[in-house]
């Protein structure tokens, strides 16, 4: 049997910075949908795996374009409501309800949707963890 090294935390902590590519510490990305996915086609193409860290250099700017990316998010949600007000909208305004530009609104939507996800940076935690309970009293 192969043996495990450290404890599942520990090994956290080591994988490869997402912004210079050094092999090291650092802080642990959370886990969301991207990084479980990507993870999980790692797995089903039988690559090793391997966890997505910032290292301490790297960190502040790792933030600075998650907080940029989040922003996009956000925005790119509202061009998304308001195209589908327009061709949806302007379509049932003009002519009448028709289910037919239903699909290309919403698959305009999808792809809009999409778009930010060309910037995607992972989320990391700013503040360094403390072993302590935040439920003291």
């Known amino acids: 049997m192969a043996e495990k090294k450290g404890v599942a935390g520990e090994r956290d902590k080591q994988g490869i910075c997402v912004l210079c590519g050094s092999v090291g510490e650092g802080v642990p990305a959370a886990p969301d949908f991207a990084i479980s996915s990507a993870r999980k086609i790692r797995k089903l193409l039988g690559m090793e795996e391997r966890h997505t860290i910032a ?3 790297c960190l502040q700017a790792c933030i600075q374009k998650r907080e940029k990316f989040e922003r996009m998010n956000r925005n790119y949600r509202i061009y998304a409501a308001l195209f589908f007000l327009l061709v949806f909208g302007g379509s049932t305004a003009l002519r009448g309800f028709d289910a037919r530009i239903l699909l290309p609104a919403l698959l305009g939507c999808a792809i809009i949707l999409l778009l930010p996800y060309g910037h ?3 989320k990391f935690e700013s503040g360094k963890k403390s072993g302590k309970n935040s439920q003291e009293l």
Request: glycine share 0%; hydrophobic share 0%; net charge neutral.
């Open 55 to 57: 290292c301490e250099k």
């Open 120 to 122: 995607y940076s992972p």
